[in-house]
């Protein structure tokens, strides 16, 4: 998937899979306010469990620009289908690496 | 390629209300308030629509948004659309008012929709996907889809509703032409369709039907991906070119409206001529009125009531704040089929919730007959959806006091009619008859509606 940059050169440090785990919780406690992050699990499935649906993942896709500071172009991004947090995660690390930045 | 030439009255940006009313991004219910959500179990996560393409409907930060060159080039090709005084009609009428219409239905496939099916074929192309299926209800989105797609070099595939297909069969080869697959729905091709046949083989069909089958296709092949004409923000900024070429035309004339008129389906032309206005409305600190103008077949915002619903049968898009009769409401098969959705879309219910737009419902009969004049006075033959703007309108001018300065009135006659001859030959033999609601079933339907909120803890909001 291609990103970009949304305001010039910016600072991202490639993230760890605690630190992807802990900005997924994030984003996620933003876009379903109604599941603290102390309820989430890597395990739970996106759509069955945590009603995740097109609408919500495309908030949480704005929410990782927002924290990343990057902007996800649409290039690969509709090939995505995750079904759960870990598949999240997943993807998180691989934005946050400097090559496809 | 040589381009056409852009005329300089063609809008470079779409006009963004969202940055000027923030309120009025779409409230979406998170599926975990809802029970049963577990049965899904397996159920991906995936983007419906191009990312770029959605982010236009969640955007606050920018009033303006470029529309790509592209888009533009072909946009060139049939707008400005015209903007023209109805003298004719308003002689006719005897009434105190200056009435203007813009005209949407010169363009090849024969109404505004061409406006956003050009830029949703754009992005979804340039995001890779290869085919876009949709539903559509009177056929006007399902034919610029189609046409767009094809300028795209992108696979159509269009679930037209029963009623409407069969009235007009030749909105379906249109589409044909183009190169669109179109099918009948309800259809045996998915378990949505096949589930309404089961229990009624002789069902109409209905948008929410359609866009069900839809989606159950488009989740079959991972090329494929669901697009809607109608209701959602970027839908209605795509329209704004509309309003803001209307704005500027005005403008050259020395005029301003006071009242601003466009039928309902879910709020694409409605939001396309109004929102400019009201934002040039604002800017001039002046008033202006916004009237919706429904189906009384389906009076989504007269009758509805603002809760969480769905819009489509499949129920897997997202479950979000409108005016709605409830998704299982089948309205009686009027003529104006893209006046039969059964909700409003979010952001034309935010500003029916507020107050910023009002509503009146109109017999298919009233609006005929107002199409008929239209037609013999400004020689334009407005679709059946248009024709009840124009019903609307030439009430609002009839009741306008002559003691007062002349009203002026701006109305869009978002499509023409001459697909609908059939039904005008109807009406003009006596044999439409005015259809109002079908009671029964939007009884069940708004009960079902209200049982489900109050599941989840939302109070109803009538109107």
């Known amino acids: 998937m291609a990103t970009g940059d949304s305001s010039g050169p910016v600072v991202r440090p490639e993230l760890n899979r605690s630190q992807a785990t802990s900005l997924v919780f994030q984003a996620l406690t933003v876009v379903i306010p109604d599941r603290p992050v102390e309820t989430l699990d890597e395990r739970q499935e996106l759509y069955a469990d945590l009603g995740l649906d097109s609408l919500g993942f495309v908030r949480l896709l704005l929410e990782f620009e927002s924290k990343l500071g990057v902007q996800l172009f649409d290039d690969g991004l509709m090939t995505i289908k995750l079904l759960n947090v870990g598949d999240l995660i997943d993807l998180i690390e691989r934005i946050s690496l400097p090559a496809v930045r | 390629m040589v381009a056409t030439p852009r005329d300089p009255l063609l809008p470079t940006h779409w006009f963004n209300i969202l940055h000027d009313r923030p309120q009025y991004v779409t409230s979406a219910l998170s599926r975990s308030q809802l029970g049963g959500v577990a049965k899904s179990a397996g159920h991906s996560v995936f983007l419906q629509q191009p990312l770029s393409l959605a982010r236009q409907s969640l955007n606050t930060a920018d009033r303006f948004i470029p529309i790509p ?325 030439i009430d609002v001018v009839s009741r306008h006091p002559r003691q007062e300065a002349p009203l002026v009135v701006l109305v869009n006659i978002s499509g023409h009619g001459l697909l609908d001859l059939g039904a005008y030959r109807s009406f003009a033999a006596g044999e439409i008859e005015p259809v109002t609601a079908d009671e029964a079933s939007m009884s069940r339907s708004l009960s079902a509606l209200e049982e489900f909120n109050r599941s989840i803890g939302e109070p109803a909001k009538t109107t």
Not at chain 2, 127 to 136: E, L, P, W, Y
Request: some cysteine; glycine content about 12%; overall charge neutral.
């Open chain 2, 69 to 393: 060159g592209e888009v533009l080039d072909l946009y060139a090709q049939y707008r400005p659309t015209p903007l023209r005084r109805a003298v004719r009609l308003e002689e006719r009428l005897g009434v105190n008012a200056r009435i203007y219409y813009k005209y949407e239905g010169a363009n090849l496939t024969g109404s505004h929709k061409l406006n956003t099916a050009l830029a949703q074929a754009y992005y979804y192309a340039g995001a890779g996907v290869k085919r876009i299926v949709t539903g559509t209800a009177a056929g006007q989105w399902g034919t610029a889809l189609a046409y767009a797609c094809q300028v795209m070099n992108l696979g159509c595939t269009v679930f037209m509703v029963r009623s409407t297909l069969r009235q007009k069969p030749v909105r379906g080869e249109m589409m044909r032409l183009f190169g669109a697959v179109v099918y009948e729905s309800p259809s045996d091709l998915t378990e949505v369709g096949r589930r309404v046949l089961g229990e009624d083989p002789a069902a109409t069909g209905t948008q929410a039907v359609a866009n069900g089958e839809a989606l159950a296709l488009a989740a079959e092949d991972s090329g494929s991906r669901f697009a809607v004409g109608s209701g959602e923000n970027s839908v209605l900024l795509h329209q704004t070119v509309i309003g803001q070429e209307a704005v500027s035309q005005l403008a050259q004339l020395g005029e301003f409206p006071d009242c601003v008129i466009a039928c309902m389906g879910a709020g694409s032309n409605f939001g396309g001529i109004a929102l400019p206005l009201l934002g040039a409305a604002q800017d001039a600190g002046r008033p202006i009125r916004l009237l919706a103008v429904e189906s009384t077949a389906c009076p989504k915002l007269t009758r509805g009531r603002y809760l969480y619903d769905l819009s489509d049968a499949l129920g897997t898009t997202p479950i979000t704040k409108v005016y709605s009769l409830g998704s299982t409401y089948v309205p009686p098969p009027v003529y104006a089929g893209g006046l039969r959705h059964h909700s409003a879309g979010p952001l034309a219910s935010a500003m029916y919730a507020d107050g910023s737009l009002e509503a009146v419902a109109i017999d298919q009969h009233t609006s005929f007959r107002a199409g008929l004049l239209f037609c013999e006075t400004e020689g334009i033959l407005p679709a059946p959806e248009s024709a009840h703007a124009v019903a609307g309108m």
